[in-house]
């Protein structure tokens, strides 16, 4: 079974460009969620999927960032415009449902670069 | 909000010896703490978690101990051996409260010295 995919996974932009992420969960999670690490820092939760609808975008740090999923099936982060303080690495993770504990499936990460 | 302190922040430890990672959290409602590790260029996997009503839990030579009281838990690794070198994360959430994400601590980096 494959596990989460993400594209790309490195993304080199300048300041004030738009950059699109996709994560591709494991077929049959219904819960999805985003994620980023600074360099240095913690993984910090940016908001969480549940088919599609959004369950919590409270770690969403402002408006130029959108999250989509569409058909509940893959996901998208849109970054617009983006700035330097966006850089860092941007992970999704899948989750099934029914199940508080369930555990939640990483993918390999965004690297993502703002010049 | 939930906060969540890891240290240290890199460990090294001689080949065959014990390593300890703690963390604290700061939300008594968080009832459920795993722990993922991730190797250079690879993605978090979780290794072993520990929900709120058990105090201790084991798999081969990973182990990890929860105290509620002082909100805090730890990693042990026994007989560490050179695939045990990553990054730790050490993580914390409420179940059932409808905010599922996961609050992370800062990392600890292991290294295990031949």
Redesign the interface.
Known sequence: EA??TQFPSHSVIEKGQTVTLRCDPISGHD?L?W?RRVM?????????FVKESK??E??MPNNRFLAERTGGTYSTLKVQPAELEDSGVY?CASSQMGF??N???????TRLTVL | GENVEQHPSTLSVQEGDSAVIKCTYSDSASNYFPWYKQELGKRPQLIIDIRSNVGEKKDQRIAVTLNKTAKHFSLHITETQPEDSAVYFCAARETGGGADGLTFGKGTHLIIQP
């Not at chain 1, 240095?40 to 969480?48: A, D, Q, V, Y």
């Not at chain 1, 555990?103 to 990460?109: H, K, N, S, V, W």
Request: hydrophobic share 30%; aromatic share 24%; glycine share 18%.
């Open positions: 596990g989460v819960n969620y994620y240095g820092k913690e993984i910090k939760f940016l908001l969480h369950q919590d409270s770690g992970f508080s504990y555990e939640q499936f990483f993918g390999p990460g």
